[in-house]
């Protein structure tokens, strides 16, 4: 299933607001189906002149940007010979140094793909760094979904809900569209008292403002949502759904 970052409100979104101010070389652009690529020059350690082909949204050394997660070369409807030939091609298409290609799925066939074919082409290979992602299913119900935890975690997630209601009256608002610079405002306000660094720079919120007001136009919900003790925000969690997945 393609991911929220594969639509072309991401994508776009992103490739103006650090691609084209970069001097970034479109290779090949995104069709709502996959990553577009893209090709950026630098000197490794100020000498040695590199052409590094990657993933829209993504960059290995240059750049500090939004993560772009899930990221695919080819059409899921693709696989076995079909998606080893498209990448192929893909890959001989344009001249590189390096190819890096971040955040794809471990065990994926894209994956396999690459080993298969770098090692074709006595092209070095390796894994950079790996991580984990989270995801739950909300399939069955709630009460279920509680059951099925710890008593710790339950405890954590649910039960201490009377605490926060014995405060003040809680309430739960979504600042999109009507308030968005308010939002990362208090993004960047609980980021601060966290990280000691905030959470969104000028630059990222005009890509995330573009983001937001094109993803509806492919199907996404923007979440943006305060959640309030009497008139007090205590939190806020950046949300969006697409496709049956809320992504945070």
Request: net charge neutral.
């Amino acid at each position: 299933m393609m991911s929220l970052f594969q639509t072309k409100a991401w994508q776009s979104a992103w490739w103006e607001t650090w691609g084209n101010q970069k001097g970034f070389r479109l290779v090949s652009e995104w069709d709502g189906q996959v990553s577009g690529l893209y090709e950026s020059r630098y000197r490794l350690k100020g000498v040695l002149p590199v052409r590094s082909l990657q993933f829209v949204g993504t960059s290995y050394r240059e750049l500090r940007t939004p993560r772009t997660e899930y990221n695919q070369f080819c059409p899921d409807n693709l696989s076995g010979q079909l998606l080893l030939r498209k990448m192929e091609q893909v890959l001989q298409a344009e001249p590189w140094t390096e190819a890096v290609f971040n955040d794809l799925r471990t065990g994926s066939e894209e994956l396999s793909a690459l080993v298969t074919i770098a090692a074709k082409h006595n092209w070095a290979f390796r894994i950079t760094a790996s991580d984990n992602g989270y995801a739950v299913s909300t399939s069955g119900s709630f009460d279920s979904y509680l059951a099925s935890l710890g008593a710790n975690s339950r405890l954590r997630l649910y039960n201490r809900r009377k605490v926060l209601e014995s405060l003040g009256h809680v309430r739960e608002e979504n600042l999109w569209p009507s308030d968005v610079d308010t939002f990362f405002q208090y993004l960047n306000r609980f980021h601060l008292e966290r990280w000691k660094k905030n959470c969104v720079t000028p630059t990222s919120l005009e890509f995330h403002k573009k983001f937001l007001s094109r993803v509806e136009e492919e199907g996404g919900k923007p979440v943006l949502s305060a959640l309030y003790c009497d008139d007090r925000v205590v939190s806020v969690l950046y949300d969006v759904w697409y496709q049956g997945v809320v992504y945070n």
